[in-house]
């Protein structure tokens, strides 16, 4: 697995978190400062009750010394019992309200603001992701992405909590200590040395924890990419009855995780434990010394003190060293957990894709002519990766890897032909169609549509006049309907934007298919007529993947979904491997219908696929062994004629020297 981190085309980021605050956090300035104002201010009148318990035990229970309050002139004071104990009612209720009500609001705030911006990063992360070729995927797991699009945005909002809980403890701390000064100075001085000795547990506990939390980012990638295989693949894994097995690959990752989230726990229980022990030996001396004091036992120099006074104290002291302990525990865990996660993120947001479509045209078709010029390419090779260079592979990638797939592939489409590309697996049948579309740009040669260098034009507007079937098409968690559409209209996304979009009064830049466009495109597919009998015909549910459909049947729909874009040239890569005879000659009747003024390129495993095409070509090891139409081909009595007496089952007159090809014996 690449490590993002280290993508060598990422451009460098001194502080990634800081980065990251200062994009995206600026726009929601104000929201986080008066969230942050709040909670602070709340932290004041927090402090309040304390001091309110200490004067009426002396004043109202003890009876040792006079009602009074610090900064509240006499004359509000009640001068009877009675009075006192309910204005000290008064002013508990009023300090619990304020506190409550400034708590909430800052929450409400600065939570409004925090989800906002991990919004914006999140979806500018996918856009990121998925902006770029596909080369960059080649050595990337989809666990290890998925885990920086969720587990690592999850951790910059537990930032954003630690943070504002860190500036309500730093306000605690403050009110707390200046109201101790306020009651004694000599006991607070005492104080003040906790926070230098917590500083110095704490310098010790984050050197230590950073290097650790960045290899438990690292970890979960590869937990969710092991767990993602398992799931995915878990009729694969009950076919072979490899139960037993993914559990052990699965425990192997999770023991991996476990000794890497343990050495973190470890170093935060030590840090825990001994500030906990220090903060308590504190408590106990300043009860000791203010007990002294309280008793008249203390030297002349040191102020008196009343044990109602002692009693604050000793509430201002929790008050006090608590926070500098939460403080590191959690604000400090969750910056350095967040610094791990931010690394990964701008990996992804600031990651330089070679094939940037800035500045390129927008392509214009009229007619559809398809041209490849000598054409090679390497997925090994320098500049192939789309954005991802050689050094992505790594210097132990074998040989293998550095040869070219395809190598001087020269041919001509005419606008409304019906190319047919055959050939061994691994000939290079689907790379040909992948350089096509842009996934990967040539190492040498020029692919033109209409004459256009298509390397000159921007990959969006050149796939907007391309259709596309694979040979195991992808389909979205959806109905069927929301499938076929997704061609024109974003599908399953279409709907329910719609509503949005009329409130607003924004327009979508695509049409939206309309159901009898949907339905005319599944019947040129072949595939009106199963959807029609499913629970609830175009509305029925396929599943994830489609896994409620049969694979011809999720074949069918791949199709339909490319026939309703009415693309101005179609690929069908091995589009009918999954669907029977009867569908096959269904399709096929429809390709034909299509190919006025359409230039069609199919892959074709089944050569009858292709047999009436204008012109096939016939690929081995990457290049264009033969070409022309199919009578042309057999008359040759070369590699094509061989493939032909396979499939029509004449295999007497295959050529010994066929049967001696290594794809044959495997």
């Known amino acids: 697995m690449t490590d993002s981190t280290t993508d060598p085309e990422t451009a460098p980021v001194d502080d990634p978190l800081a980065h990251l605050i200062g994009t995206y956090g600026r726009a929601h300035t104000l929201r986080f400062a008066l969230g942050g104002l709040a909670l602070a201010l709340s932290q004041i009148p927090g402090r309040v009750p304390a001091l309110l318990v200490g004067v009426a035990l002396d004043a109202l229970f003890l009876e040792s010394t006079p009602y009074a309050l610090p900064l509240v002139p006499d004359a509000w004071i009640p001068t009877t019992t009675e009075g006192q104990v309910s204005f000290t009612i008064a002013l508990l209720a009023a300090s619990f309200g304020l506190e409550a009500g400034l708590s909430w609001l800052g929450g409400r705030v600065s939570g409004t ?60 701390v403050i009110a707390a200590f200046a109201f101790m000064a306020l009651l004694h100075w000599q006991l607070a001085l005492l104080m003040s040395l906790v926070p230098l000795v917590l500083a110095a547990i704490s310098y010790w506990y984050a050197v230590r924890v950073e290097p650790r939390y960045d290899d438990v980012r690292e970890t979960i990638g590869t937990v969710n990419s092991r767990l993602e295989d398992s799931v995915d693949g878990v009729a694969t894994v009950k076919a072979f009855g490899r139960e037993d097995a993914e559990r052990d690959a699965v425990a192997d990752v ?31 001396g300043v009860f000791a010394a203010g007990a002294v004091v309280v008793m008249g036992d203390a030297p002349a ?41 931010s690394k990964r993120i701008v990996a992804v947001l600031e990651r330089t894709n070679a094939l940037d479509d800035a500045g390129e045209g927008e392509l214009t078709i009229d007619d559809g002519g398809v041209e490849y010029d000598g054409v090679s390419f390497g997925y090994g090779a320098s500049g192939s990766q789309s954005g991802s260079d050689a050094a992505d592979r790594g210097a132990s990638e074998s040989a293998a890897a550095e040869e070219t797939t395809v190598s001087d592939v020269s041919f001509s489409a005419e606008p409304g032909d019906l190319v047919g590309v055959v050939g061994p697996t691994g000939a ?22 209409d004459g256009t260098d298509t390397a000159t034009v921007s990959r969006r507007s050149l796939r907007d006049h391309l259709g596309y079937v694979s040979q195991d098409p992808f389909l979205f968690t959806g109905t069927v309907r929301e499938n076929i559409a997704y061609a024109t209209d974003a599908g399953h996304e279409a709907e329910r934007s719609e509503a949005s979009e009329r409130a607003s009064g924004s327009e979508r830049s695509e049409r939206h298919a309309s159901r009898d466009e949907v339905v005319a495109a599944a019947k040129r597919a072949g595939a009106h007529e199963f959807v029609t009998d499913l629970p609830d015909g175009y509305d029925t549910d396929v599943g994830e993947r489609g896994s409620r459909l049969s694979g011809g049947q999720r074949q069918r729909i791949a199709i339909a979904r490319a026939l309703l874009r009415d693309p101005a040239v179609l690929v069908l890569d091995e589009a009918t491997s999954h669907v029977d005879n009867e569908t096959e000659r269904q399709i096929q009747e429809s390709v034909d219908d299509l190919g006025e003024g359409r230039t069609t390129i199919a892959i074709a495993h089944r050569l009858s696929t292709v047999r009436d095409a204008d012109l096939i ?9 033969e070409a022309g139409t199919h009578d042309e081909l057999v008359a040759e009595d070369g590699l094509y004629a061989d493939l032909w007496r396979v499939q029509v089952g004449d295999v007497n007159a295959v050529s010994e020297g066929f049967l001696d090809r290594e794809e044959v014996v495997r």
């Open 113 to 172: 603001a925090t989800y906002r911006t991990l919004h914006d990063v999140r979806v500018d992360a996918f856009d990121a992701l998925v902006g770029q070729e596909m080369g960059y995927f080649d050595d990337r797991e989809t666990g290890d992405l998925m885990s920086v699009l969720n587990n690592d945005v999850g951790n910059l909002r537990r930032f954003g909590d630690g943070f504002f809980r860190g500036l309500r403890f730093t306000v605690q």
């Open 617 to 625: 070509l016939v690929l081995d090891d990457g290049r264009v062994r």
């Open 254 to 284: 999770s023991e991996q995780y476990k000794r890497d989230k343990w050495s973190v726990v470890r170093l935060r229980l030590a840090y825990n434990t001994s500030t906990w022990l220090l903060t308590s030996l504190v408590f106990i």
């Open 428 to 449: 290079g049948k689907s790379t040909i169609v992948k350089l096509l579309f842009r996934f990967y740009d040539p190492d040498a040669g020029t692919i033109r549509i």
């Open 301 to 341: 120099f040191v102020e008196p003190l009343t044990a109602g006074t002692l009693v604050t104290f000793l509430f201002y002291g929790k008050s006090f060293y608590a926070p500098i302990r939460q403080l590191v525990l959690e604000v400090l865990d969750s910056y350095e957990n967040a610094l791990a996660s």
